[in-house]
């Protein structure tokens, strides 16, 4: 059974651009949460989806960011006119049910840098 | 609001000795105490968790933490080090409620193995 996945790993994109990330969650899980950890930082919540609905979008940056989870496909995070600040690892990670007794299962990243 | 402080950004111990990494908490509702690793180019594993009950949790590859809730503790320990737990670590905690998929992360603690 393949572990979370994310594509790509690694991205570069120079300031203006648009970023796309991708998660791919668990066979049969159908929760999926992304976080960012910034430089020095620990991993931080943005945001909680399940198929085609947002559930919790409290850690998300109020613009140029944004999520979605179709009913076909993976979970993407999207991320309009790139700025050094976004730099960062964004982490996925997914689970069959929500709560704390359900263990998150995380991807292993994609790097962002932005030049 | 959560948080989650880990001591010591890198803790360096010999083959064989003991392991102790540090994990202080705050939380105004009863908390769940998760200790994550992460090893190079892959995703968060979870190590273990205290939910309720038994207050010394053990984990995998012989790990074991001790919640203290007069200390706000969670302490990470393991009696012998072995040069494959050379890793990253990482404390978390969720809030209660209805947000309890919520996980905040301590900034994590680097951990090499000498041998």
């Known amino acids: 059974n393949a572990g979370v996945m994310q594509n790509p790993r690694h991205l570069v994109r120079r300031r203006g651009q648009e970023a796309r990330l991708r998660c791919s969650p668990m066979?049969?899980?159908?929760?999926v949460y992304w976080y960012r950890q910034l430089p020095e930082e620990g991993l931080k919540f943005m945001v909680y989806?399940?198929?085609?609905?947002?559930?919790?979008e409290s850690g998300m940056p109020k613009e140029r960011f944004s999520a979605e989870f179709p009913k076909e496909g993976p979970s993407i995070l999207r991320i309009q006119q790139v700025v050094r600040g976004d730099s960062a690892a964004y982490f996925c990670?997914?689970?069959?049910?929500?709560?704390?007794?359900?263990?998150?299962?995380f991807g292993p990243g994609t790097r962002l840098t932005v030049l | 609001a959560q948080s989650v402080t880990q001591l010591g950004s890198h803790v360096s111990v010999s083959e064989g000795a003991l392991v102790l990494l540090r994990c202080n908490y705050s939380?105004?509702?009863?908390?769940?105490l998760f200790w994550y690793v992460q090893y190079p180019n892959q995703g968060l594993q979870l190590l273990l968790k205290?939910?309720?009950?038994?207050?010394l949790v053990k984990g995998i590859n012989g790990f074991e933490a001790e919640f203290k809730k007069s200390e706000t503790s969670f302490h990470l320990t393991k009696p012998s080090a072995h040069m494959s737990d050379a890793a990253e670590y990482f404390c978390?905690?969720?809030?209660?409620?209805?947000?309890?998929?919520?996980?905040?992360f301590g900034k994590g603690t680097l951990l090499t193995v000498n041998p």
């Open positions: 066979k049969g899980h159908s929760h």
């Open positions: 990670a997914s689970s069959p049910r929500p709560g704390q007794n359900n263990e998150q299962f």
């Open positions: 978390a905690v969720t809030e209660g409620g209805g947000s309890n998929y919520k996980l905040t």
């Open positions: 989806l399940q198929k085609e609905n947002i559930i919790d």
């Open positions: 205290y939910t309720t009950g038994a207050t």
């Open positions: 939380s105004s509702v009863p908390p769940y």
